[in-house]
């Protein structure tokens, strides 16, 4: 039963133009989500945040949405830079985050930037 | 950022071996670590949630007598995959829970392949 997903296994763009990366969930507990970014053979590295209490956290490029009555989020990355292009997770967390929470992944997205 | 090491960064091992990680927070205390693995072109799936001074909990569907969880410090916990097979290979990631910057650092994962 995989709670988080990411629909898209992949996304192609051209560097300098915006990437959109989607993930949904069904969990309706969830009320704090995450965006990581991993290289293979890496561990994620973590990008950014949101609370289920808004709906837009931004930080430099990088931008996460939240529609919680559609249970969907998205990250925007804009301008998007070739070294942007690796995979991307969304990941899924009750009780407001903290880090003691457990934390549920979704499938992940390939991000490929074209110079 | 807080610092989270694995060792060994890959391993091959014999059917029917077992085989121990380490994950280590390295500048900072973790009272609770997380296991994770990935197959490849797979999303990052929790095994388990590790405890300091306490008994891991693990996620449905995982073997607790299978992949034996230690954490016996607040800067170390292992996993060890008894009597290991060649489904059990696979990229297995953990991650350290900081409570003083309340934030999960990932360490940088083990290749396991079993022969």
């Known amino acids: 039963d995989q709670q988080v997903k990411q629909n898209s296994p992949s996304l192609s763009v051209q560097e300098g133009r915006i990437s959109i990366l989607n993930c949904d969930y069904t969990?309706?507990?969830?009320?704090?989500f995450l965006w990581y970014k991993k290289y293979p053979a890496e561990g994620p590295t973590f990008l950014i945040s949101i609370s289920s209490i808004k709906d837009k956290n931004e930080d430099g490029r990088f931008t996460v949405f939240l529609n919680k009555s559609a249970k969907h989020l998205s990250l925007h990355i804009v301008p998007s830079q070739p070294g942007d292009s690796a995979v991307y997770f969304c990941?899924?967390?009750?009780?407001?985050?903290?880090?003691?929470?457990?934390?549920?992944f979704g499938t992940g997205t390939l991000l490929a930037v074209q110079p | 950022g807080a610092v989270v090491s694995q060792h060994p960064s890959w391993v091959i091992c014999k059917s029917g071996t077992s085989v121990k990680i380490e994950c280590r927070s390295l500048d900072f205390q973790a009272t609770t670590m997380f296991w994770y693995r990935q197959f490849p072109k797979q999303s990052l799936m929790l095994m388990a949630t590790s405890n300091e001074g306490s008994k891991a909990t693990y996620e449905q569907g995982v073997e607790k007598d299978k992949f034996l969880i230690n954490h016996a410090s607040l800067t170390l916990s292992t996993l060890t995959v008894t009597s290991a097979h060649p489904e059990d290979s696979s990229f297995y990631i953990c991650?350290?829970?900081?409570?003083?910057?309340?934030?999960?650092?990932f360490g940088p994962g083990t290749r396991l392949t079993v022969l």
């Open positions: 969990n309706s507990m969830f009320d704090y």
């Open positions: 991650s350290a829970s900081d409570t003083n910057t309340d934030t999960q650092y």
């Open positions: 990941a899924a967390s009750t009780n407001n985050g903290g880090a003691t929470n457990k934390l549920i």
